[in-house]
């Protein structure tokens, strides 16, 4: 079972908290989870950081809140991780 180390939690965008996480074996290795508008555990993205991620990741965070806002059940049966 990997291990993960909580790094931060951001909040880049309203309604949402991300978490980012480290794996403790491979550091450079890193995960972001988020709870959007009180619903937890959504995978965003899993692998190697950089700038370009932080701004996909914040896209589609609001991608999907935009969607629970509208009433879109349909993203609540999406498995796996987004990015």
């Not at 988020?34 to 914040?58: C, E, L, M, N, V």
Request: aromatic fraction near 12%; charged fraction near 30%; glycine fraction near 6%.
């Amino acid at each position: 079972m990997k291990q993960w180390k909580i790094l931060a939690r951001h909040k880049w965008v309203e309604g949402v908290t991300i978490t980012e996480s480290a794996h403790l074996e491979d550091s450079t290795h890193r995960k972001f989870t988020a709870t959007i508008r009180g619903f937890q555990r959504w995978k965003i993205y899993k692998g190697q950081p950089s700038d370009i991620i932080s701004k996909k990741i914040q896209s589609k965070v609001m991608e999907i809140r935009d969607l629970i806002d509208a009433g879109n059940n349909e993203v609540f049966y999406k498995k796996g991780y987004f990015l």
